[in-house]
């Protein structure tokens, strides 16, 4: 989730390298061993495995301080997880008390906030409830751009993801217009990397369903590109990605070209195991 993966890297900067002693030295070790544990498993899509050392990730976390920001991520990080696993109840729960403690640490107007308001609309997108939904995006993108600037990463990622959820309701225009901003942005921040992959699938997914065969391929052939050429990791499955490519070259009867895309995909797959 975006800025979820945000606050984790809030956390590696703030507390690797801080001095402590005692029984929060012994805590800390212990958080960070369960975190990457559930990272490990979550990955792997070891549900079970992941819920079970975020718990125990969250049993260490609660032997810090009270304002220590990782028990929030830890609230954060098992939420997805339940989320992930189809407990949306448990998930809100989590997010919810996530989203207290930050109001009650930074107020309504701070980056982490908006993270938890963020995290929480994915989660009613996923519930079917899109309005709720949709105002809670637009409040993450308006405290991020207010605490980073307009142009931002962070911001162009708060508006992919009010892309994607324009495209599930075939709000094409609008998701057209939010990912070419949010990709301008990401292009001229972050450069060629898998966040810009995805703008661009995103793209060719609304020219799809706009019958714009063309444009549509062209940012899945961009995307595809950025894969090949592009190390590290993905933060979703390659093969599903690019399934509608695959389909809108199937149905234009260019079957040897959709098994070449098909060979690249597996390639890709390959290298990054």
């Given amino acids: ?68 920001d990782r028990f929030k991520i830890t609230l954060t990080t098992l939420a997805t997880a339940y989320s992930r696993n189809g407990d949306t109840v448990q998930a809100e729960h989590l997010f919810k008390w996530a989203l207290a403690l930050a109001e009650k640490d930074s107020g309504s107007d701070d980056v982490a906030v908006a993270g938890c308001w963020n995290n929480l609309a994915i989660l009613r997108q996923e519930q079917g409830r899109y309005a709720e939904a949709e105002e809670l995006f637009r409040r993450a993108i308006t405290v991020t751009e207010s605490a980073l600037g307009t142009n931002h990463p962070d911001v162009a990622a708060c508006l992919r993801n009010l892309a994607v959820l324009f495209i599930i309701q075939d709000k094409y225009a609008e998701a057209e217009q939010l990912n070419k901003r949010g990709l301008d942005i990401w292009e001229n921040s972050v450069g060629a990397d898998h966040g810009l992959m995805n703008f661009c699938v995103n793209l060719a997914l609304v020219y799809g369903k706009h019958g714009k065969d063309a444009e549509a391929e062209a940012w899945y052939e961009k995307a595809l590109l950025i894969s090949e050429l592009r190390a590290g990791p993905v933060d979703c499955d390659i093969a599903t990605i690019f399934e509608s490519y695959i389909l809108l070259l199937q149905s234009a009867g260019r079957e040897g070209e959709a098994r070449h895309v098909e060979d690249r995909v597996k390639a890709i797959r390959e290298r990054l195991r």
């Fill in 1 to 68: 989730m975006m800025l979820f993966g945000i606050m984790r890297r809030l956390w590696t900067t703030a507390f690797r390298d801080r001095s402590s002693s005692g029984d929060e030295t012994s805590a800390a070790e212990s958080w960070d061993k369960w975190m990457r544990s559930g990272d490990a498993a979550l990955a792997e899509g070891r549900l079970d495995d992941a819920l079970e050392s975020y718990a125990r990730a969250l049993s260490e976390a609660k032997k810090f301080n009270s304002r220590d």
